[in-house]
Structures are given as C-alpha cells and as structure tokens.
C-alpha cells in the first residue's frame, strides 16, 4: 500500500558532542518508548512505507513513542571520516535525546543492526531503561559471512533494479505492486551506500555477548517463525538475560510484513499487559488494485519530463473514472492505485473503463480485484483483503481485470462474464485461490 498523503513528522535535534542528532515525537501515553530503528526504518522511511506507518502509529497510541535517526544515517548529522561510530558514542547519542525531550526512564526498542546498541545502553544505564524490546537481530558471533554480506550492501544498497535483500526481508510483499522500487527508495532515504555499510557493518564487529547478562530490564525477543536464524538469535539474547523471553509472529518477514499489526500487539501487551482493544472498522470492500505495466520500460523510453506529463493524465484518467463509479481512492504512488468500492459490479466496470482509457494515453495497465473484509486504519486499510487483491493485480497481464471467484459469486446476474484464469496459492495468504478473468 502506498500514500497519497505522506504526512511528515516534526523533526527535531538533539546535540551530543557536537553532531546533531535528529529524532521526533508522537503520542501521549504513560510509556516513554526510545525506538531505535534498523537501516530502513528511520524517521523518513518509516513515513514513506505505510506498513512502517502501522507500526508507528500502534506504539504512539499507547506510549510516547521517540524516534531516533542514528548518528551518520537519516537525517543525523552524516559521519565525516572513519566507519560507523562505537556503541558507547550511539549510547550518549540516545542520552542527549532523552534529556531533549525531558525523559528519564524509557523502554528501548531496537531492531535489526540496532538492536546491539539497545542491548548495550540497557547494560550501561540500567537505571534509564524499564524494558527492552529486540526485534531480529542476530549476534555478531552467529554469522561468518560478513565480508559477502557488506559487500552485497555496498552493490545493492539502494539499486532500483535490484535492491538490497529485497527477497530475503519481507517475502510476503514481494508481490505488492511497487514495492521493489519502494524499497530501494527506503534504502535510498535512509543512508548513503558507505554509511550502510559502515552501519551494518558495526553489527557484525560489535559483540554485545559479554554484556548480556548486565541487562537488567525485562526483555523481550522477537523473531519470525519462519526464519531458523532469527528465531535461534532470540533464544540465544534470551538464554544470557535473565528472565528474558521469546516470541514469534507468523511469516518469515525481516523487515515490516503484513504481520506487523501481530508485532505491535506483542510489543504493546509487553509494555502494558494487555493487548490493544480494538477502535478499527472491519468492513466488507471491493478492493481494486490498478497498475501501469512495464512502466519503467516506458519511462526509459519518454524521459523524465514526458513520463511525468503522461503520469499526470493517468492519475486525473483514473481519479475521473473514481469518481464516475463512486470508489474512494485509498493511496497512489503516481503509476498505480490502490482503491476501494461498496458494490464488486461498479469496481469492475471502473477497471474497465479505466483500462479503456488508458489506452487513449498509450499505456496498458493491468487490473486486480477482491471482496473481503478489511480494516479501516484513518485514510488508510489494513486486511487480508488487500493483500489478496495486490498478488491477484500481480497475476494480470496488460489490459487485464482478473477477480477472484469471491468477486464472481457477489456478481451473479449483474450480467458480467468471467473466464477462467488460474488456480493459485497466493504468496503469505492461506488455500488456493480461483482466479477469473472479466471476459
């Protein structure tokens, strides 16, 4: 899912030494909860991704949620000479952020080649910290592939056509329309190709395992069931901190999949003891999933300023036709759309007279619909739904409006015709799958 509105967050720094550190704050809860983001999770990515923006918004609901961009990446100062800095001077970093803000005890929550820092300042200022949260990350002693690993950061850190571990981190998106290109723009935001280096590097040369025992907050571990990495690093953290525990959540995603609502209910019954009441709509919705094919071919061919003239036409073709067949539309990234519609029948016809057009603009694109319940999370959804609809768009070729059988049955007698397509699993979401498309 991508946002047609990013609302960005009101950045604010911290000086520690002179270098300026940036963070932000939401929420207003009881809990003042320090996040330390992975590579690919700071203050910028985690507005452009709204997987990450779940995320965020969860924990600022029951906390005071802060945000730190680490020192030489995001919007930190950048580091002039030498490779990352040492986890005693990131430690002062999140210091001088604390006392910014007023704060004198947090819960700290780290993840990915952040989560030694975390570890460490918990075992350094066990009197600022009242939990620790890990998420995924490996210590340095359980990987012996450090040199291929930097050096695929430093070739495929930010590629658009082939961006770092893009299969690896979050499997179950993979066939979420732009995505691939989301995620190199999140590597691209999020650090210069030296500083991720230098950065994850760190995780490798930073063994935090004689310090482990020091930890003195409750702890808890995260790991994806599907990864026998992960999930061996957690209980490792957990068998060296006292009282420690481990939990795992479906998938095999490193980075935000669609089960990340499942982590923020995790983190939050740990802080809180409870789990989150539910305030979200669960509605039924046609879901319609809408994307240009081959558009980085076109936008090769016309060149930057023709591509976004022609990109201009296509989103007021489609926002017209939205309108004419009352859909609501729930988020763009310029080539493709994810909207949504209260009758299947109106979502089709809008498919194809969106389809038509785009044709008149000598652009083919491909179509994907489903019905299903979804939750309505502010401007935007959340559910099994939407994913269901991206992977079936993916399934399409140009000039394509492929449904699912659920979509069929709601439409009988409405006069629409269907052809069989495919019987297909759908990548992260359960059974097979019949597959129509619109005649």
Same mark, same amino acid.
């Given at each position: 899912?991508?946002?047609?509105?990013?609302?960005?967050?009101?950045?604010?720094?911290?000086?520690?030494?002179?270098?300026?550190?940036?963070?932000?704050? $939401?929420?207003?809860?009881? @809990?003042? &909860?320090?996040?330390? +983001? %992975?590579? *690919?999770?700071?203050?910028?990515?985690?507005? #452009? =991704?709204?997987?990450?923006?779940?995320?965020?918004?969860?924990?600022?609901?029951?906390?005071?949620?802060?945000?730190?961009?680490?020192?030489?990446?995001?919007?930190?100062?950048?580091?002039?000479?030498?490779?990352?800095?040492?986890?005693?001077?990131?430690?002062?970093?999140?210091?001088?952020?604390?006392?910014?803000?007023?704060?004198?005890?947090?819960?700290?929550?780290?993840?990915?080649?952040?989560?030694?820092?975390?570890?460490?300042?918990?075992?350094?200022?066990?009197? $600022?910290?009242?939990?620790? @949260?890990? &998420?995924?990350?490996? +210590? %340095?002693? *359980?990987?012996?592939?450090?040199?291929?690993? #930097? =050096?695929?950061?430093?070739?495929?850190?930010?590629?658009?056509?082939?961006?770092?571990?893009?299969?690896?981190?979050?499997?179950?998106?993979?066939?979420?329309?732009?995505?691939?290109?989301?995620?190199?723009?999140?590597?691209?935001?999020?650090?210069?190709?030296?500083?991720?280096?230098?950065?994850?590097?760190?995780?490798?040369?930073?063994?935090?395992?004689?310090?482990?025992?020091?930890?003195?907050?409750?702890?808890?571990?995260?790991?994806?069931?599907?990864?026998?990495?992960?999930?061996?690093?957690?209980?490792?953290?957990?068998?060296?901190? %006292?009282?420690?525990?481990?939990?795992?959540?479906?998938?095999? =995603?490193?980075?935000?999949?669609?089960?990340?609502?499942?982590?923020?209910?995790?983190?939050?019954?740990?802080?809180?003891?409870?789990?989150?009441?539910?305030?979200?709509?669960?509605?039924?919705?046609?879901?319609?999933?809408?994307?240009?094919?081959?558009?980085?071919?076109?936008?090769?061919?016309?060149?930057?300023?023709?591509?976004?003239?022609?990109?201009?036409?296509?989103?007021?073709?489609?926002?017209?036709?939205?309108?004419?067949?009352?859909?609501?539309?729930?988020?763009?990234?310029?080539?493709?759309?994810?909207?949504?519609?209260?009758?299947?029948?109106?979502?089709?016809?809008?498919?194809?007279?969106?389809?038509?057009?785009?044709?008149?603009?000598?652009?083919?694109?491909?179509?994907?619909?489903?019905?299903?319940?979804?939750?309505?999370?502010?401007?935007?959804?959340?559910?099994?739904?939407?994913?269901?609809?991206?992977?079936?768009?993916?399934?399409?070729?140009?000039?394509?409006?492929?449904?699912?059988?659920?979509?069929?049955?709601?439409?009988?007698?409405?006069?629409?015709?269907?052809?069989?397509?495919?019987?297909?699993?759908?990548?992260?979401?359960?059974?097979?799958?019949?597959?129509?498309?619109?005649?």
């Amino acid at each position: 899912m991508r946002s047609v509105n990013i609302e960005f967050p009101e950045v604010r720094y911290a000086e520690a030494d002179g270098v300026h550190i940036a963070y932000e704050v $939401r929420g207003e809860g009881p @809990i003042d &909860l320090v996040r330390l +983001p %992975a590579l *690919m999770s700071g203050i910028v990515a985690g507005c #452009l =991704d709204p997987v990450a923006r779940v995320l965020h918004t969860r924990l600022a609901s029951f906390s005071r949620l802060i945000r730190i961009d680490r020192r030489g990446v995001g919007l930190s100062d950048p580091l002039l000479v030498g490779g990352a800095p040492p986890l005693e001077q990131q430690a002062e970093d999140v210091v001088a952020v604390m006392a910014a803000v007023g704060s004198q005890r947090v819960a700290l929550f780290g993840s990915g080649d952040a989560g030694p820092l975390a570890v460490f300042f918990a075992a350094m200022h066990p009197e $600022r910290v009242t939990a620790l @949260i890990i &998420l995924n990350s490996v +210590p %340095a002693g *359980m990987r012996d592939d450090r040199d291929a690993a #930097l =050096d695929e950061v430093r070739q495929h850190w930010g590629n658009v056509d082939s961006p770092w571990l893009l299969d690896r981190l979050a499997p179950s998106r993979l066939d979420e329309p732009g995505f691939a290109r989301l995620f190199a723009q999140l590597q691209q935001v999020s650090a210069s190709k030296a500083a991720a280096a230098a950065s994850y590097g760190l995780r490798f040369y930073s063994d935090v395992t004689p310090v482990l025992s020091l930890v003195q907050a409750p702890t808890l571990l995260l790991a994806p069931e599907a990864s026998p990495l992960h999930r061996d690093a957690a209980e490792f953290f957990a068998g060296q901190i %006292a009282g420690a525990r481990v939990a795992t959540y479906p998938g095999a =995603d490193i980075y935000f999949g669609i089960h990340t609502p499942a982590i923020a209910d995790m983190i939050e019954e740990f802080l809180t003891g409870a789990r989150p009441v539910v305030v979200s709509d669960r509605v039924l919705a046609t879901v319609l999933f809408v994307d240009i094919v081959s558009s980085t071919e076109r936008a090769t061919e016309l060149g930057d300023r023709a591509w976004r003239d022609l990109l201009d036409r296509f989103r007021a073709t489609v926002r017209e036709n939205l309108r004419r067949y009352r859909g609501r539309e729930i988020n763009t990234r310029g080539d493709d759309f994810l909207a949504t519609f209260d009758g299947p029948a109106r979502a089709i016809h809008c498919a194809e007279a969106i389809t038509s057009a785009a044709v008149e603009l000598d652009v083919e694109v491909r179509n994907g619909l489903h019905t299903g319940e979804v939750e309505v999370m502010g401007d935007d959804l959340a559910g099994i739904a939407v994913h269901v609809g991206a992977r079936v768009c993916a399934l399409a070729r140009a000039g394509e409006v492929l449904v699912t059988s659920v979509v069929r049955d709601l439409v009988a007698g409405s006069g629409i015709d269907f052809a069989e397509h495919s019987r297909q699993v759908l990548k992260g979401v359960s059974g097979e799958w019949t597959i129509l498309s619109v005649a």
